[in-house]
């Protein structure tokens, strides 16, 4: 979310949210077909805030995303007739978007197995999926809008926040260095 905001400018973002599926509620397969299941996930980036600050932000946006992940499943088992409305049947309504896995083995592992089979992205341009229990991650992005080479650069871009946040994490998510020494001395 960092990256997001400083790279766009912007400090408040949404983006589409795919909760791990939990199929465990009775009816939930139809339920599912029915509508997405990707969630508006709302964040601001105070850029005077450090990352401690940043984390606690989005750390409250996923846990109320988690609480209330069954709201859009609820909603049209209590109102059927809301199944006839087009954007909550879009399983990619936003261009970017995030996903958190908790499924065996590094999402680096496999790269063609790294979500399941069937299961929509969250975002229509480009989906950053993570494995919360390693904090390995991917991309899965349009290749007919997004070349590889621009993904690659944005890989290298979230090392080096890592790396800058390593270095000093009270520093300001508005001084956070992103850009690898190579671009530094590029720009330079």
């Known amino acids: 979310m960092i990256y997001l905001a400083r790279i766009t400018g912007e400090k408040e973002l949404q983006l589409g949210w795919r909760p791990e599926w939990d199929g465990l509620q009775a009816g ?6 029915l509508i997405a299941s990707v969630v508006p996930m709302d964040v601001c980036i105070d850029f ?3 990352f401690g600050e940043a984390l ?12 209330h992940a069954s709201f859009a499943r609820d909603l049209i088992a209590r109102c059927p007739t809301l199944r006839d409305v087009e ?20 999402v680096a592992d496999n790269p063609s197995k790294s979500h399941k ?14 494995h919360a229990l390693d904090g390995s991650f991917r991309w899965h992005f349009d290749a007919a809008r997004l ?15 890592l790396q800058s946040v390593m270095d000093d994490a009270a520093q300001a998510v508005g001084q956070i260095g992103i850009l690898p020494a190579e671009e530094r001395t590029y720009f330079a």
Request: net charge neutral.
């Open 87 to 106: 954007a909550l049947r879009s399983r990619q309504p936003w261009p970017l978007g995030i996903a958190i896995t908790t499924e065996s083995g590094s």
């Open 147 to 161: 070349a590889p080479q621009q993904v690659g650069s944005m890989t290298q871009h979230l090392q080096a926040l």
């Open 28 to 33: 939930s397969k139809l339920i599912e077909a």
């Open 48 to 50: 005077t805030h450090d």
């Open 117 to 130: 089979a069937g299961q929509a992205l969250c975002g229509n341009l480009l989906t950053f999926e993570v």
């Open 56 to 67: 606690k932000t989005v750390a409250a946006e996923v846990g109320q995303l988690r609480t």
